[in-house]
């Protein structure tokens, strides 16, 4: 009966070591966002199927390219005053 008690009593030690505090993993960070916030919605398309990244992506580039040419014109504007 004795030699039972030792496995026992070192069997209950290491299960209570076991669940012990454990370290689990900070969560991953929030993706950070791509592009332009108007085109937000459209990259919320890639869930439906669509490929909302690519579209978006070209919309970001004539919303630049548009921002662009803006500035420029206000640029021409204000030298000619």
């Known amino acids: 009966m004795r030699h039972f008690i030792v496995p026992a009593l070192l069997t209950i030690s290491l299960s209570l070591a076991a ?5 689990q993993d900070p969560p991953p960070p ?11 919605g459209i990259r919320g398309t890639d869930a439906i ?4 990244s690519a579209i ?6 004539a919303l630049n390219a548009n921002d662009g040419q803006k500035a420029k014109t206000d640029q021409a504007l204000q030298g000619a005053e």
Do not use: F, I
């Not at 669940?19 to 370290?23: E, I, K, P, T, V």
């Not at 929030?30 to 937000?40: D, F, I, L, N, S």
């Not at 978006?56 to 580039?61: F, H, I, S």
């Open 49 to 52: 199927g669509y490929s909302g």
């Open 19 to 23: 669940c012990g505090s454990s370290q």
């Open 30 to 40: 929030p993706k950070a966002q791509q592009g332009r916030a108007e085109t937000q």
């Open 56 to 61: 978006a992506n070209k919309v970001d580039g």
